[in-house]
């Protein structure tokens, strides 16, 4: 009854902790707030069900939010397209699983993944600069946000700016005493949605979410276009396989298990198949910077998480959830696994802008 108690606490609070995350990566990927949301339950659930990582939990991440913006603004005329890159990205991630290969990850120079989430980090920074101080997110990706600056800069909305600092205050200056009873993202949310809502309300909001089950999206079958999308399919795939592998790693620390990588690849493409089925956004295992307080004793725990509020699915933003720990010892800072400090950048520069960022689910985006 313990180990039931906390795998529905843990994964309620991850739930809530990871819904602001979720949004802003699906706004950052160039296809709107829900798919971002859709995306987190989709990978989250089948990638819980199917993966070989205990506690795992998986959803948007930055890597993927920023591959995704790519593939929408340079290798997709159509959502049906885009969503078709996703839908292959998770096929070549299951046969990289059924090839056996996942355990190779684990070679990989810590150099070069660092080098390369740090990078992640920045592009989503300067990406959010134009959210930050209250205008669109700017499209074409890092150019289109540089040249979008000047206007952002002259055209501040202040309340937009108040609301935003005062949530990345809080996410980062929040009591650690008080984490394990309230999360600094969940509490940077509560008091930056109140602050908006109450006072500082002239800014933009992402606007009503849409209920029930999204539309099925049928892929693009075309020769020529199957073709061409193998590439940035196969980019998709790799990254989303080494966000994932390399936060099995961390999972595995935590919980003093050791996590079947071939099984977690399969699992994955199997979430980012359904996820593109569903025109939703592309996943991965994400970096356990935001996971719950609550300890975590089995796999499918992560179930629980819904960023809908329910108990349907998994979600994102979050990494996998302590197993075995004390609430006490949940808390305790991720670089202790030795490669948590990678997400630092992206969650921090992805979680705020939630709060503010305009509203639209791509469907305009593509003509």
């Known amino acids: 009854m313990d180990n039931l108690r906390g795998d529905i606490f843990g994964g309620l609070t991850c739930t809530v902790v990871g819904l602001p995350v979720a949004l802003a990566f699906g706004v950052a990927s160039g296809l709107g707030p829900t798919a971002g949301m859709y995306g987190a339950i989709a990978v989250g659930f089948f990638a819980s069900v199917f993966g070989g990582t205990r506690s795992q939990i998986s959803g948007p991440t930055g890597p993927m939010a920023i591959a995704m913006a790519v593939i929408v603004t340079s290798h997709a005329n159509t959502l049906a397209e885009a969503f078709t890159i996703v839908m292959l990205a998770g096929f070549l991630q299951a046969a990289l699983g059924l090839a056996r290969i996942g355990r190779f990850v684990a070679y990989t120079p810590y150099s070069v993944i660092s080098g390369f989430m740090t990078g992640i980090g920045v592009i989503i920074m300067i990406v ?49 005493p008080f984490r394990k009873i309230l999360p600094a993202p969940l509490a940077a949310m509560i008091v930056g949605c109140a602050l908006g809502i109450l006072w500082l309300n002239d800014l933009p909001i992402i606007g009503e979410v849409p209920t029930g ?74 970096d356990p910077g935001n996971r719950g307080e609550h300890p975590v004793r089995r796999q499918h725990a992560t179930v629980w998480r819904d960023p809908r509020g329910g108990a349907a699915g998994a979600g994102a933003g979050s990494g996998p959830v302590r197993g075995g720990d ?42």
């Open 213 to 286: 089950l999204p539309d099925l999206q049928f892929p693009a079958f075309s020769v020529g276009f199957i073709l061409n999308a193998l590439q940035p399919a196969l980019v998709l795939a790799l990254l989303g396989s080494i966000d994932s592998l390399l936060t099995s790693l961390i999972a595995d620390s935590l919980t003093r298990t050791r996590h079947n990588p071939n099984r977690e690849l399969i699992g994955q493409g199997i979430g980012n198949m359904i996820a593109g089925a569903g025109r939703r956004t592309a996943g991965s295992g994400s």
């Open 128 to 176: 959010q600069i134009a959210p930050f101080l209250g205008s669109p997110v700017a499209v074409g990706g890092v150019i289109g946000a540089v040249n979008s600056l000047e206007n952002a800069v002259t055209n501040v909305n202040f309340h937009a700016l108040a609301v935003a600092a005062v949530t990345l205050v809080v996410g980062i200056l929040w009591p650690r």
């Open 326 to 367: 004390t609430p006490r010892s949940a808390g305790r800072n991720p670089d202790e696994g030795g490669l948590g400090h990678h997400g630092l950048a992206v969650r921090e520069a992805g979680t705020p802008t939630a709060a503010g960022a305009p509203a639209g689910d791509g469907d305009n985006l593509l003509r």
